[in-house]
């Protein structure tokens, strides 16, 4: 078996353990990350659906761009499709990341990624579409009111969170642009700026970028599929995938691809970035199931954040993310233990 030295290929990052002082001082080590570069995303004035989440006065809120400001105060609670499980504390959400672009440690994406520009923003849309462009975010945007869904967020490797999304059903996008009958699969890219994104320039060699994820049409058009540009109230944080993401529950995280530019249907199966660095630990289909461990450990429980030393908190992790019962049928007959 081949050993890959990457963050997403160990349940535990040293990185994970080490930093205690730096996170029991939380202020100190917010100020750092936050200090190097003018931040122009981060305000402290409050959204008016953030007062709902417990946001700590020290902590930054991102606002995005006025016209998304708007859209984000708007949000109404979705809750036929929220988990009523304890949210991950906003510190947890916006320092604990994975966003390679910015570095492989968990602190990196929030040290590194602060003065990143997601506005103005574009998305192409190509392939086997009546409607292909290249569409301002705004545009994107403009007719989708925004829900707020509270989601399991299940990484592979064995952490979850419960995270408050701002977003909307791909699937309403999806028919906006009036896919054709060839559309069988969607794959979405992450933007490629090696001036911006530390992690591209080199080094962490083994990801072919830019990052790209990959759907099949009806898991794209399944409901629980969310386009994400906000977390608890505010904008999404650039370390999380501003200004718009891919939220997929039931799958583990790296199927959530980050800061989204293309869109494309095809019809054949596209390239994942993470099956295409070790297909024998990461397939494409990548549904959380604790029956079908990863090679080099258990996904039979999961350590659910905030968790310690003293306190793991792990918790069993459920089929499908406890998703099962709204897209087990998307499986029907396949044998997962082979489409993993
Ligand atoms: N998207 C891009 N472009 N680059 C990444 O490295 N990491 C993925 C996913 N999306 C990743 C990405 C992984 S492994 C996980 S677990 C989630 O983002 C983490 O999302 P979060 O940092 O918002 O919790």
Redesign the pocket.
Known sequence: MKRYKT??SQPILPSEITPESVYRDRRRFMQAALSVAAIPMVGFPSLAGAAEYDIPADLPRYKGPLWLQQKLADAVRNNDFSTSEALAPYYD?IT??????FGTDKRD?VRNAQGFVTDPWKVEISGEVAKPGSYNLEDILAPHALEDRVYR?R???A?S?V?PWLGFPLADLIKRFEPTSKAKYVQFT??MDKDQMP?QRGFFGT?KW??V?GLRMDEAMNPLTLMAVG?YGNALPP???APL??VVPWK????????IVRIHFSDTIPAT??NDIAPDEYGFYANVNPQVDHPRWSQATERRLPSSLLTPNIIDTLPFNGYADQVAHLYRGMDLTKWF
Do not use: D
């Open positions: 963050g997403i959400a604990h990341n994975n966003f390679y672009e994406p967020l990484c592979v490797e952490w969170m995270i992450t933007l992690g990801i830019p990052y994820e977390l370390q999380n995938g993401r891919l583990y995280g790296f199927k959530s691809i980050k800061s970035s993470w």
